[in-house]
């Protein structure tokens, strides 16, 4: 089933919320860390803001999925969070970039937690 533009406005919407509520994003794999360090981010403060960026950067129409069933963790402490999947033109990394993330919902605030950032692969 294809998400509605409106569930991945509220996806956005609460990845956003999270990220501020934080002032952080929790990281999903061991793979991100590689990702990131690629994309010339070494920084706690250069990561959070190439994720907030991210966040501003992506709209509803950008949604790559995943669909069902892979649309859940299946591994590590977030396990059965739903990840949602984006890839757009960015402006801020001059290149065509691909995010995946889950809001995970527990005790307390959402957070954010990343799986992947980097350029898109065709």
């Known amino acids: 089933m294809i998400?509605?533009?409106q569930?991945?406005?509220e996806a956005i919407r609460a990845a956003k919320d999270a990220l501020e509520n934080h002032k952080r994003f929790f990281f999903g794999n061991a793979k991100l860390e590689g990702e990131l360090y690629d994309l010339g981010l070494i920084t706690?403060?250069?990561r959070y803001m190439a994720v907030d960026i991210a966040l501003q950067e992506i709209a509803p129409a950008d949604r790559r999925g995943p669909n069902a069933p892979n649309d859940v963790t299946s591994y590590g402490p977030y396990r059965s969070d739903r990840l949602l999947a984006f890839r757009?033109?960015?402006?801020?990394f001059n290149r065509v970039m691909y995010i995946k993330f889950a809001v995970v919902r527990g005790s307390g605030n959402?957070?954010?937690v990343v799986y992947?950032?980097?350029e898109h692969r065709h």
């Open 116 to 118: 992947s950032l980097h």
């Open 88 to 92: 757009w033109r960015s402006a801020e």
């Open 44 to 46: 706690a403060e250069e």
């Open 3 to 5: 998400p509605s533009d």
């Open 110 to 112: 959402p957070r954010l």
């Open 7 to 9: 569930e991945s406005a």
